[in-house]
């Protein structure tokens, strides 16, 4: 019985980066959060495929315990996202967005999602996000939602009216000048918790997150790494550690918070060292510990000997 419950894309992707291309690989915003999601706490995946998914996607879900019984197979083709990147990995250029079957897409929850707590509505159309939301007979304690530029360009109204009745945003940094029309992240941050979200994380790639909430703000760097091939579901695997890790908690204080975007951004760094979900399949739990360890160190440092300083007053 999947704690967690993530509805979002489940696609085929196309993306070319400075270190090499991949067709119709396995990705899509639920995809990526799942299998991040899955090494914390027992996953469903809501979504939507087409006749041309491979089976391998479902293999690669079982194989991390994930129950995919919330994903429809229909008659049309798979949603299908092509990209590219220049040497700025930061940024991706949409190439293409095929909704395809997405356009008929009716989410319903399986039955043995019944007792989810918490709830990721991954980047996906907005007001299918709602309707999800509207198909809850109880509330989760925890909803955390992404989105990305296409649906604040396409679906502005949709995406506002939603964004009122959750808890968590993630969203990138260009995205959230883009949203809240300002330029500065703390302003950008100011309008966008305004619209109904208690916490904002912005995402800025190689330069790790932002998360702020009224009271507070916190940064965490992204872990630095020699080799990122493919930046493409660093944001989707980021978020699915970040709530898989939250949920396995229970709680929501602001120090499992904290912590909780910690393990968001040690995800995300396995996730962009090679395409497509290749590096955050079947990680060991070695190698997640041995990252985590590398994360405190990164971060930590004695408190300042203040005496020092020679300011009077
Ligand atoms: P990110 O973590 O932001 O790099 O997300 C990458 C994933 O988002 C890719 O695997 C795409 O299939 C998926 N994606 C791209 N465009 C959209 C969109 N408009 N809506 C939902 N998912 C998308």
């Known amino acids: 019985m999947p704690k967690l419950v993530i509805i979002g894309t489940v696609a085929l992707d196309n993306i070319r980066t400075p270190f090499g291309e991949v067709s119709n690989a396995l990705g899509g915003s639920a995809f990526y959060a799942g299998l991040s999601a899955s090494y914390w706490t027992d996953v469903g995946v809501v979504g939507i495929v087409g006749k041309d998914y491979p089976e391998e996607g479902f293999s690669v879900l079982a194989r991390h315990g994930i129950d995919s019984k919330g994903i429809e197979r229909s008659e049309g083709l798979t949603f ?37 707590e918490t709830l990721f509505l991954a980047n996906i159309d907005p007001e299918i996000q709602a309707k999800v939301l509207d198909s809850l007979p109880v509330r989760p304690s925890l909803v955390v939602l992404d989105t990305m530029n296409f649906w604040i360009e396409h679906k502005k109204d949709a995406l506002q009216k939603v964004l009122r009745r959750i808890d968590v945003l993630t969203i990138n940094e260009g995205e959230a000048r883009m949203l809240s029309g300002q330029f500065s992240l703390v302003s950008a941050a100011r309008t966008i918790l305004g619209m109904g979200p208690a916490t904002l994380i912005i995402k800025r790639g190689e330069y790790g997150v932002l998360v702020f909430n009224r009271e507070s703000v916190f940064a965490s760097p992204a872990y630095p790494l020699e080799d990122v091939r493919d930046p493409t579901g660093a944001g989707d695997s980021f978020a699915g550690g970040f709530i898989g890790f939250l949920t396995s908690q229970g709680k929501f204080s602001d120090d499992t918070l904290r912590q909780s975007i910690v393990v968001g951004s040690a995800m995300a760094s396995f996730c962009v060292s090679d395409f497509s979900t290749r590096a955050i399949e079947g990680l060991k739990r070695t190698d997640i510990l041995k990252r985590l360890e590398s994360f405190s160190s990164l971060t930590s440092y004695q408190a300042l000997p203040l005496m020092s ?5």
Do not use: I, K, M
Request: hydrophobic share 30%.
């Open 80 to 116: 299908s996202w092509s990209g590219e990147y220049t040497y700025d990995l930061n940024t991706a250029q949409t190439l293409r967005t095929d909704l395809n079957c997405l356009l008929s897409f009716n989410p319903v929850l399986p039955e043995s999602h019944d007792s989810l």
């Open 309 to 313: 300083l020679r300011t009077e007053g």
